[in-house]
């Protein structure tokens, strides 16, 4: 099964039993040096995933409320070059799940640098319309971002997903709610 699709079908299992009510709480992460905000309570799970020529284990906390999908996804490297090739293989497998027609590359977005993080061209907020595995209309808000942590580097993946544009204040909560600690 490719990536994409394993790291959207986890997403949904994950977040399969949360709540409907934008009830915004901290979620501090255990395994990551990071706390977020999230409307509902979350689901977490790890997955050891085949990347490239090598597994990786994904950590993933999130939720569904209110029509959207919030979501973390992180991952540590012990190879600090890999985190930009690792962002642009997430960017890839969400454009690839969204079915977006035209082939990929990179799509003008703003660099998404949180204090801390590394300074990486790739290092991206984007927002994507494009259509789910049933063919529906769905809306995409994503942030990649890396951090150096001793030896190794940490690239997570923020994302919002919805049928609808989801409201201006929803998505602002949930992005200035990523500090890192």
């Known amino acids: ?89 997430w960017q890839k497998a969400l454009h690839q799940q969204l079915q977006i027609a035209d082939a990929w590359q990179p799509l003008p977005g703003e660099t998404f640098v949180l204090p801390g993080t590394l300074a990486l061209p790739q290092a991206r907020q984007l927002q994507w319309q494009g259509r789910n595995d049933q063919g529906r209309t769905v809306y995409a808000n994503a942030r990649w971002f890396a951090r150096a942590e001793g030896p190794q580097v940490r690239v997570y993946q923020a994302l919002v997903l919805s049928a609808e544009p989801l409201a201006a204040e929803a998505l602002q909560s949930f992005v200035q709610g990523l500090q890192l600690r």
């Open 1 to 89: 099964m490719p990536l994409a699709r394993r790291l959207i079908l986890t997403t949904a299992m994950l977040l399969a039993a949360c709540s409907p009510a934008l009830n915004w709480r901290v979620v501090r992460l255990a395994d990551a040096p990071l706390d977020l905000m999230l409307p509902c309570k979350p689901d977490r799970a790890v997955r050891e995933l085949a990347w490239g020529t090598q597994t990786l284990a994904v950590s993933m906390v999130g939720c569904k409320a209110d029509g959207a999908t919030y979501a973390l996804a992180h991952v540590a490297l012990a190879q600090p070059q890999d985190a930009a090739s690792v962002m642009v293989d």
